[in-house]
């Protein structure tokens, strides 16, 4: 692991911030710490960063316990949420100051200050002072501004908060592109969980402190660990008893007493009135609610058994309307049973089935 | 940054400047001998030119050059000051009272009146009335001062020797005009300062008040500031000298903690004494103050009404600055009472 | 975007305050011109150029530099503590640093005096070591010094307030030492309101009579600064001298608001017009 963390604590007068944090980090990785507004996770950033000491617990880059290093010793380029460019200094001297404070020579540091403009797109416009860019444009010299140094850890804290939608995408992908490029370890926090699926290698989910689940995006999304994190993660409507859904309420279901549960808009198909489906015993009556043009599909708000879901409706088949009659049959969901998360199917259709071989 | 470098260098010279100014005030000794005069506020003209005539004086007769620094302001702050530390070589102050004061607090020996002939005043003055050209309120003595619509200008007893020597005239004429009845005096004199349309702090400033501004229609002044005035204004004022009035006797000392501390004993002595001279009691004739010395003061006769019924301070009726003080003019005395009334 | 004054309120407040810096501002300059030349240019040049005139306005001047001097490096320390660190008294500290301007000043004149005076509980020490420091140079500094007080901390504390350390982290995180991080970054940002306040602090020390007049004593030639020397030249009768030191002090004024507007002018132009 190239960066890792055991056992942190950190509190703020009685506000505990992080409780218990353990996790590594594999070089070259691009992970996310991904969780909602006070969860932790930038907490957790700084405290990498060395911007904020923890309580208890270690902290190791590289192999080294850097605990008592000085932020500015631990070879870490750290991107801030609103860039926190130097107003008064232009773009170049913004990009070179990591290497002057360390002493550069002026023509390796023009160089090097030159390879990032390259790099981030940005040629000739050296000359300018932030207030004369745009978000888009500050993210780049902000990222420039952090690599310069050569950093061993790059750490961006909420990168694209303050962009717009249009020019976040880009922007992702551009940061994607390059840090893959450099091959430097990363980790950047974020609240937008679809940002952090798209962007990272791995995500560590953080809540209230604590972290919830660590791993690749896809697996997150199917196998969540938590019930937390199953509904973070990709879209999700919750379900208060499952055993009041057919297929999921005998002795089949392997479940005992009331268990909440989520359902995925991928779990639920709707069928029209008319059409024939597999498994009869296990489709439920549901009423539309509202329909949603999505650019790919309709997204089907229905209430089954006063119950809140949401499902997808292809655009080639015959358009539904609110107040419309369907049937529904949910094929699988999430139980979730002393804190854990089981993937369950709907009994009339085995458990050899895996979710995700139904397409809508 | 070129508007860094500039802040700096301007704070740099700035601080020099500071640094290089401060230096001579506080450590570096005076290259000549120099007196420090504390005086009260009318004798501004008076010592300007004393000053010049005893720095040639000084240096015909020790062949040394010496300077004179004055201060002037109210009698009674200016001896405050003294006390809390303003090292003065010498006092020239309105009343002995304010000297005194200056005693008890440890930096005058005891018996300085006694150190210079005259008691130590070596001019005196007194109280007379200055007001506007033809008299058209016709005042010709204190009584005429309590009549309606007549406004007073005087300076405030608490703050100003001059102002109680105002007062102790006032009181004098009223004790003869009442025959002794306490209070029918009081009522004289509360009557007087309800007149009193502005108090100012000192001498020199009710001066002003009555003359640059225009304000009331008589000023109780020294004798010396009233000559004044008609000296600049010509033609706007007049002395109106009534008909009973007080022997203001201005005195002198040496204030001993500073002459010996500084070595100065000799030449402030010397300063006192040529007071006394004959040129030193000219000056003070020529500056409108009465020359103690009776020949010189014959020579003004011209100028001042020697005849004038004068009472002293020590007179009975008062009994000497001390008792003048705790009775009437220290917190709670006669004059707090009779002007909140 | 401002609109023209076709409204009559516009109109109204707008007299209102041409006649209010009439009447306040231009008239008094213009007495002081008329009255200082009333006796033509050669009194005026006599009262400008007489000795105690110039000790005075040398000592002005010195009080005026060391307030500068020493408000600018205490305002931006106390400025850079109270909006960057946490420690206990720092509420204390701000209510302190506003205290000169609650206190009249003839009052904090009289603490000097009892503090530094003969009578006063320093004195022993002060003794000991023959200081002088009221009804002496060092007293008028120290009570300038303490009038000036406030300004440059008030002007640069709410702005470093208002922008937050983002900069300044990321300049630290990047090795940055504390002047480098405050000459690069701090500085340029305050420069202005820090300009701003010396220029306040200059102007107030340059004008102060109350405090200075308490612990000066008055002695000619010595402890007068040109505020003083100005009511000395008025008691004495000698209207014209006192007009006309009076508007060494009114071109002293202009000066600094002419030099204010040139750097200003300076600073927005190498900014390249971005001062904020």
């Not at chain 1, 090097?112 to 993210?139: C, F, H, N, T």
């Not at chain 1, 791995?202 to 604590?210: C, K, L, M, Q, Y």
């Not at chain 3, 209102?16 to 200082?36: C, D, G, H, K, T």
């Not at chain 3, 009579?209 to 030249?233: D, M, W, Y």
Request: aromatic letters at 10%; one cysteine or more.
């Amino acid at each position: 692991m190239y960066v890792e963390l055991r056992g942190i604590n950190k509190h703020f007068g009685a506000y505990q911030a992080s409780r218990d944090v353990s996790f590594g980090i594999e070089e070259g990785n691009l992970a996310a710490l991904l969780g909602p507004s006070g969860s932790g996770k930038t907490t957790i950033l700084r405290m990498i960063a060395g911007l904020e000491s923890p309580d208890s617990g270690d902290i190791f880059i590289d192999g080294a316990r850097v605990n008592d290093l000085p932020s500015s010793k631990r070879g870490i380029g750290f991107v801030f949420q609103n860039y926190a460019l130097f107003r008064y200094m232009t773009v170049f001297d913004n990009i070179g100051f990591g290497l002057s404070v360390q002493k550069t020579p002026r023509a390796e540091l023009a160089a090097r200050v030159e390879e990032l403009l390259r790099l981030i797109g940005m040629e000739g416009m050296e000359r300018r002072y932030p207030a004369q860019l745009s978000g888009g444009q500050k993210q780049r010299v902000a990222f420039a501004r952090a690599l310069a140094p050569n950093p061993r850890l790059l750490l961006l804290d909420e990168p694209f908060a303050a962009i717009d939608a249009k020019v976040r995408q880009g922007l992702r992908s551009w940061l994607r592109g390059m840090i893959s490029r450099l091959g430097l370890t990363s980790i950047f926090v974020t609240h937008d969980q679809a940002e952090a699926i798209e962007v990272a290698d791995e995500i560590i989910v953080t809540n209230a402190g604590r972290v919830e689940q660590k791993g690749r995006p896809v697996e997150l999304y199917k196998s969540p660990a938590t019930p937390f994190v199953a509904r973070f993660v990709g879209d999700s409507a919750p379900i208060g008893d499952i055993g009041r859904l057919k297929g999921f309420d005998g002795a089949d279901a392997d479940v005992s007493g009331v268990v909440s549960g989520a359902i995925r808009p991928e779990f639920i198909k709707i069928f029209a009135p008319g059409e024939s489906v597999q498994c009869e015993s296990a489709v439920e009556a549901a009423v539309v609610e509202s329909v949603i043009f999505r650019g790919d599909a309709l997204e089907v708000s229905l209430i089954l058994k006063d119950t809140r879901l949401s499902a997808r409706y292809p655009l080639e088949k015959e358009t539904i309307a609110a107040g419309q009659k369907i049937r529904a049959l949910v094929y699988c969901l999430y139980a979730f049973e002393g804190g854990r998360t089981r993937l369950l199917h709907n009994a009339c259709l085995g458990r050899q089935h895996d979710a995700y071989s139904y397409s809508i | 940054m070129k508007s860094l470098s500039r802040f700096f260098s301007f704070f740099l010279a700035l601080a020099t400047f500071f640094a290089a100014s401060l230096f001579p005030a506080t450590f570096v000794p005076a290259a000549e001998l120099e007196l420090t005069n504390v005086s009260y506020d009318p004798t501004r003209e008076l010592y300007e030119s004393f000053n010049k005539a005893f720095q040639k004086h000084y240096k015909a007769k020790t062949g040394k050059n010496i300077s004179v620094v004055q201060s002037h302001g109210g009698s009674s702050k200016q001896a405050r000051a003294v006390i809390e530390g303003n090292a003065a070589d010498v006092v020239t102050l309105a009343l002995a009272y304010d000297i005194t004061a200056i005693e008890k607090a440890g930096l005058i020996k005891a018996g300085w009146q006694k150190s210079f002939p005259n008691n130590s005043s070596p001019y005196t003055s007194t109280i007379v009335f200055l007001v506007r050209k033809g008299n058209p309120k016709n005042l010709k003595d204190w009584g005429d001062l309590i009549r309606d619509g007549v406004g007073i200008i005087t300076p405030n007893p608490k703050t100003s020797g001059g102002a109680r020597w105002n007062y102790l005239a006032a009181w004098a004429w009223a004790h003869r005009q009442y025959k002794g009845d306490e209070k029918a005096v009081k009522d004289f004199i509360a009557k007087l300062f309800k007149r009193v349309l502005v108090l100012d702090t000192g001498a020199r400033g009710s001066t002003n008040t009555f003359v640059q501004n225009g304000q009331g229609d008589v000023l109780l002044a020294w004798e010396n500031e009233a000559y004044l005035a008609l000296k600049e204004q010509k033609g706007k004022f007049e002395i109106v000298t009534p008909g009973l009035s007080i022997l203001a006797e201005p005195p002198v000392a040496i204030v001993d903690s500073v002459v010996d501390k500084r070595g100065s004993r000799e030449a402030a002595t010397e300063y006192l004494h040529y007071l006394y001279s004959d040129e030193g009691q000219r000056i003070a004739g020529q500056n409108f103050y009465r020359p103690s010395n009776p020949v010189i003061a014959k020579e003004f006769g011209d100028r001042f009404d020697l005849k004038v019924n004068l009472v002293t301070v020590d007179d009975p009726i008062f009994g000497g600055w001390n008792k003048v003080q705790s009775v009437h003019f220290n917190d709670g005395g006669v004059f707090d009472q009779i002007y909140t009334r | 975007m401002r609109t023209k004054a076709n409204t009559w309120t516009a109109r109204a407040l707008i007299g209102a305050s041409v006649l209010f810096i009439l009447v306040m501002l231009a008239l008094p300059l213009a007495m002081i011109l008329s009255e200082a030349l009333h006796a033509g240019w050669s009194a005026y040049w006599k009262a400008i150029s007489d000795s105690y005139t110039l000790k005075a306005a040398h000592l002005t001047l010195t009080a005026t530099a060391a307030a500068v001097v020493l408000n600018a490096v205490f305002g931006l320390a106390a400025a850079w503590a109270i909006t960057r660190f946490e420690f206990p008294g720092k509420r204390l500290l701000t209510t302190i640093i506003d205290i000169p301007f609650a206190v009249s000043p003839v009052i904090a004149g009289l603490v000097f005096i009892l503090t530094f005076g003969r009578l006063g509980w320093m004195n022993p020490i002060l003794t000991a070591y023959d200081i002088k420091i009221v009804f002496a140079t060092p007293g008028i500094v120290i009570a300038t010094v303490f009038i000036t007080f406030p300004f440059v901390a008030r002007e640069i504390i709410p702005v470093l307030e208002a922008r937050g350390n983002d900069e300044e982290q990321a300049a630290a995180l990047m090795g940055a030492g504390f002047f480098t991080i405050f000459r690069k970054i701090t500085f340029p940002h305050i420069r202005w309101a820090l300009l701003y306040s010396v220029i306040l602090c200059t102007a107030r020390a340059m004008g102060e009579f109350g405090a200075v007049s308490v612990v000066s004593g008055h002695l000619r030639g010595k402890t007068n600064t040109l505020p003083l020397h100005v009511e000395i030249l008025y008691n004495e009768y000698q209207f014209t001298a006192a007009f006309a030191v009076a508007s060494l002090l009114a071109a002293a004024a202009i000066v600094i608001l002419v030099a204010r507007n040139i750097v200003e002018y300076m600073v927005k132009k190498e900014d390249g017009g971005h001062v904020r």
